[in-house]
């Protein structure tokens, strides 16, 4: 029976140091890393035989919606529901993603993702739960292009993806931005603009992006990232042009 070897960075906490093992299981027709992980989790054995602790990862939707699944496949940032091991070289290297805290294994703190949406205002303010009739309308051509960033799974591969975001820049990343340029396209949600435009003119903002659209090429959802860069970068030039002509 056919053999698939796969090679993963594990650490066993927070604090603690990673460490490689490697495995071998057999071949599935049409089989993703997550079956792959789940087969060495029901025979948590290496390849030199000693049975290891189980390995932790998460998982939810198991269809490239929930974004929880992102790890480094390859050396890739992607969706290990919708990396196919018949498309990937031997032995497969699995790693987590390196651009958040480890908790365990390939589980990461992606919490920071969520504050920094926070940040940028990425929801819809209401007045109460009670009917307020229908809200206003907006063209066909906005509808396409807020639906296309709504399908942000908040992932976090764009990020690790990302040369800018690090320690040192504190940029928010290119999801934070697509968001901005979401909730500003809504007629409510426009609003708030000059506040997120106020954020992204910041030290965390917009300045950092070097536009090297790396996140454009591992996007799972193929958002539009470079056209909601481009928007938000001009929206943030007239804010600041009008605070200066004040």
């Not at 948590?44 to 939810?60: C, K, L, M, R």
């Not at 205002?121 to 709504?150: C, E, F, N, V």
């Not at 965390?204 to 659209?213: P, Y």
């Amino acid at each position: 029976m056919k053999k698939i070897r796969c090679r993963i960075k594990r650490q066993d906490g927070p604090n603690q140091k990673p460490y490689w093992q490697e495995f071998e299981v057999d071949y599935e027709e049409n089989m993703n890393v997550i079956i792959l992980l789940m087969k060495i989790r029901q025979n948590p054995v290496d390849v030199n035989g000693n049975v290891v602790s189980p390995i932790t990862w998460e998982a939810s939707c198991l269809e490239q919606v929930c974004g929880s699944c992102s790890m480094v496949i390859n050396g890739i940032p992607q969706q290990a529901c919708a990396a196919l091991v018949d498309k990937l070289s031997q032995p497969i290297t699995i790693e987590p993603l390196s651009k958040f805290p480890v908790v365990r294994d390939l589980v990461v703190d992606r919490g920071r993702m969520f504050e920094t949406l926070k940040k940028v205002r990425a929801w819809i303010d209401i007045d109460g739960t009670h009917d307020m009739g229908p809200g206003p309308k907006y063209d066909q051509k906005t509808q396409q292009i807020r639906y296309a960033l709504s399908r942000c799974m908040t992932c976090g591969v764009c990020l690790e993806a990302c040369p800018q975001y690090n320690d040192i820049t504190n940029f928010a990343g290119p999801f934070a931005i697509a968001q901005t340029h979401l909730f500003n396209l809504h007629p409510t949600g426009r609003m708030f603009k000059e506040e997120r435009l106020k954020y992204m003119a910041g030290k965390e903002g917009i300045a950092n992006c070097s536009n090297a659209q790396l996140c454009v090429q591992v996007c799972p959802k193929e958002l539009p990232l470079t056209e909601a860069i481009a928007e938000v970068n001009a929206e943030i030039t007239k804010y600041l042009l009008q605070l200066i002509s004040r």
